[in-house]
């Protein structure tokens, strides 16, 4: 059991590293901006509690991205719908919390069961359509969604066009008065659901994904029903993905029917594509690239930002196709090879004449 345990933190030791990191991160920024600790832990810090907020929207896309990881990278599954996951999480919550007036808790058992039965949803179909014909599929379907939100028939309910607003967020999470707790609660949802993929992509049910991914036919050919793995990936995914549209419903003042389109599909399939398809860790790392980029652009940039965006992700497709983690996870042998012969180059060799050190036996 102890030798378990060990190994698990030796495997998990970089992201517990990170994750001990971020956690300190708004009091380090505390620090250099003149506040203390405390007043970091009281929201007081300007500098700080902006890190935060960043932080929080980081957190929220890579969540979401992760799912999305899920079933493209790992399973081979193609959907042009998986925005609809997020924001049925999104719309739930906030119609749950400002129309019904459930508790969180109430809230948070029925995105579960919403989650469940949009992932047999799209499951119905996987029988029956593969490839190209399922994205076009889940395309319809969320294509259909987005069209009831924006409808002026449920528009008391999800706010139309112009998006649900007047959430009532509960006191001991709002971010406007407890941000840095919201910090916390998003960071670690983040790599709790993390730490789940890679159990369930070490798995023999992962294991079975990703040979679907590489031939289905075959793994059909040594026995296995595909259909539940694929079943079990989009559940798991869509779970994920809800639960970031709680997170993004109780942190952002409007829900707007833009997280329902398609361009918010292609949002996550950027990201999985800078930070590398397949590799779960090239999500995290993706989301936190393409907020940055859009933060930075937008500020010094202003309206052309998009374009020189669009630019950025043509450049990384072109030049880096296997995304950031990607490419580390296939040069890295090859690079550290490198380095080491660049070390040995610049060894101070002993000059003639001169004793040269023993090794010691």
């Not at 076009?136 to 649900?164: C, E, K, P, R």
């Not at 595909?226 to 409007?254: D, E």
């Not at 580390?328 to 003639?352: M, N, S, T, Y």
Request: proline residues 4%; aromatic residues 12%.
């Amino acid at each position: 059991m102890l030798k378990t345990r060990i190994s698990f933190f030796r495997e998990q030791r970089n992201p517990i590293i990170l994750l001990l990191i971020t956690l300190a991160l708004p009091f380090i920024i505390g620090i250099f901006e003149g506040s203390s600790p405390l007043m970091v832990w009281a929201n007081q810090g300007s500098i700080s509690k902006f890190i935060e907020g960043l932080g929080i929207e980081i957190f929220i896309l890579a969540l979401y991205a992760l799912s999305f990881d899920l079933i493209f990278g790992v399973t081979g599954l193609l959907s042009f719908g998986h925005a609809m996951f997020f924001a049925v999480g999104a719309y739930l919550t906030g119609i749950a919390l400002k129309t019904l007036g459930l508790p969180l808790y109430a809230v948070i058992g029925l995105v579960f069961v919403a989650a469940i039965v949009q992932a047999v949803l799209f499951g119905l179909v996987l029988p029956r359509v593969k490839g190209i014909t399922f994205a076009l599929v889940t395309l319809g379907m969320a294509s259909v969604f987005h069209i009831v939100v924006m409808s002026s028939d449920v528009a008391n309910y999800t706010g139309g066009d112009v998006g649900l607003q007047g959430v009532v967020v509960p006191a001991f999470i709002n971010p406007a008065i407890e941000r840095l707790r919201f910090y916390f609660i998003a960071l670690i949802i983040l790599f709790l659901a993390y730490w789940l993929y890679k159990v369930f992509v070490s798995s023999p049910t992962g294991r079975v994904c990703v040979a679907i991914r590489e031939n289905e036919d075959r793994a059909k050919m040594l026995g296995y029903n595909t259909f539940k793995f694929k079943l079990a990936a989009l559940m798991l995914a869509s779970i994920t993905a809800a639960f970031a549209g709680t997170l993004h419903a109780l942190y952002q003042p409007v829900i707007s029917p833009t997280i329902a389109d398609l361009g918010f599909t292609v949002t996550a399939l950027l990201i999985v594509l800078i930070g590398g398809v397949g590799t779960l860790s090239g999500a995290v790392i993706g989301a936190l690239v393409y907020r940055l980029l859009d933060f930075v652009l937008r500020r010094y940039i202003g309206a052309s930002a998009s374009l020189v965006t669009g630019a950025i992700y043509v450049a990384f497709v072109l030049f880096i196709p296997y995304g950031i983690m990607g490419t580390w996870q296939l040069k890295k042998w090859a690079w550290k090879e490198g380095i080491q012969r660049l070390l040995r180059l610049f060894q101070v060799k002993p000059e003639e004449g001169e004793p040269k050190p023993q090794q010691s036996k």
